[in-house]
């Protein structure tokens, strides 16, 4: 049988997007904050609500927003250890510490409580991620990080297009990261942004993107290179048009599974108030050995799915030492869960196929 994949890229229609950068072979300028970058950043700025700034990924927009908000070197970053390791190597990177912090086991989102409990005199920011899209806490954590004065910045790679609350998910907090790789929901084949709500950090932003230079004779600041090219703001300009169309799908298959699923098998869920996105189908078994044998078996029936995130961050050589509290929850969804395929045009007999699978296994 024809294989299914944890996840599939979201394409245009081949034609639209050649017609979009046929004038490229005319002009020969592919970079550098080119007319489509310049009509990508309007168009997206205008879909969420607010300002942000383009990146090549979105690993380089999270380490740009730290380095743009100034935190002090050596501070502490209480953060998940539940997420892709692109989150903590960002901190380090940046000259910052990472404290790992326990997770929710509804949604497996950063713990509001146990953040409090990590916060000392060294904590500079904090750092949730908002894991397949579901939203943090974001009210009691806004209260956490006012309170101690702390900056609150959002890895939110999963969820473009997410709303909580009646506004964009990215519009809460400092600011917000998304990326824009070809597994996520909008994609310009690798991107990302910063979504913040100061404007004054646009030219900062900015500045990170190419090497500080503001003209042809000024270098305002050490920067770095992460600029979004011209093919890839076409993908972005055509893949925005049908985005709608492409979550309409996902949350067709979405509400299917939610159906079909095994009882003994749960689906993780956004918290009520949620627009969701449907970026993955989470689910959780009872063990680690079920999860274990269930992905094997259904691999050998051509149904790819992916731990994710498994191991924990925290597991990592580079991590095994960084302090923290234990993540007694972050560690058992680690070890039991589950993505199952999901993408836009995923059919209800591959969604069968794939409960049918489950249920055998």
């Excluded at 824009?180 to 991107?191: D, L, N, P, Q, R």
């Excluded at 970026?279 to 992905?295: G, L, T």
Aim: aromatic share 10%; glycine share 6%.
């Amino acid at each position: 049988m024809e294989e299914l994949f944890v996840t599939r890229t979201s394409l245009p229609p081949f034609e639209e997007y050649c017609s979009l950068i046929r004038n490229l072979w005319e002009n020969h300028m592919i970079t550098n904050m080119g007319q489509l970058h310049q009509r990508l950043q309007r168009e997206l700025e205008n879909f969420l609500d607010g300002p942000l700034t383009l990146y090549s990924n979105g690993h380089l927009s999270l380490e740009a927003v730290l380095e743009a908000l100034e935190l002090p070197q050596g501070g502490e970053v209480i953060t998940s250890p539940f997420t892709f390791v692109s989150t903590v190597h960002a901190i380090v990177r940046k000259g910052l510490v990472p404290v790992f912090c326990d997770v929710l086991k509804e949604d497996g989102t950063l713990d509001p409580d146990r953040a409090a409990e990590l916060v000392t005199e060294k904590t500079v920011a904090l750092l949730p991620v908002h894991v397949y899209g579901h939203p943090c806490q974001v009210e009691r954590l806004e209260a956490l990080s006012r309170d101690y004065e702390l900056k609150l910045v959002y890895d939110a790679a999963h969820a473009f297009g997410v709303r909580y609350g009646g506004r964009p998910l990215v519009r809460y907090g400092d600011a917000s990261i998304l990326s824009f790789h070809a597994t996520k929901v909008f994609s310009t084949i690798e991107g990302g942004a910063v979504c913040y709500a100061d404007e004054r950090l646009r030219q900062t932003l900015e500045d990170l993107t190419n090497f500080g230079i503001r003209d042809t004779e000024h270098c305002e600041r050490v920067g770095g290179n992460a600029k979004l090219n011209e093919f890839q703001a076409a993908m972005g300009l055509c893949n925005l048009r049908y985005f709608r169309e492409q979550i309409a799908g996902r949350g067709s298959a979405f509400l299917l599974y939610r159906e079909l699923l095994p009882p003994d098998v749960r689906l993780l869920e956004p918290r009520e108030g949620t627009v969701p996105n449907y970026s993955y189908c989470p689910v959780v078994f009872e063990s680690q050995d079920r999860r274990d044998r269930v992905y094997e078996a259904i691999l050998a029936q051509g149904i790819h799915s992916r731990k994710y995130f498994y191991p924990l961050v925290s597991d990592f050589p580079p991590y095994r030492l960084v302090t923290g509290a234990s993540t007694p929850v972050a560690r058992s969804l680690s070890a039991r869960v589950l993505c199952l395929p999901l993408y836009a045009d995923i059919s209800s007999e591959e969604v069968e196929r794939v409960c049918t699978a489950l249920q055998q296994a």
